[in-house]
């Protein structure tokens, strides 16, 4: 998601991998896809890349701005 993020890089990639084990599984459970043998099946990219989007931008609105008003 472009923007800075209020966790910084570390969080922010942290929320993207379970964003995307989420996603994964999501998409095991609505597709069929097994997840070992279905690693190179696009719905389980999809669904990871749209798990990782879903769950950082809940990150954003839980968050809010609290961390984009500091004061030099």
């Known amino acids: ?19 995307g084990l989420l996603g994964g599984w999501l998409g ?11 690693f190179f099946e ?3 990219w999809i669904a990871a890349v749209v798990g990782s989007v879903i769950l950082l931008a809940l990150y954003r609105l839980v968050t809010g701005n609290r961390h984009s008003h500091r004061h030099a």
């Open 1 to 19: 998601m472009p923007g800075k993020d209020p966790g910084g890089i570390i969080i922010t990639m942290l929320i993207g991998i379970a964003g």
């Open 42 to 44: 696009i719905s389980t």
């Open 28 to 38: 095991k459970a609505i597709f069929g896809v097994d997840s070992v043998d279905g």
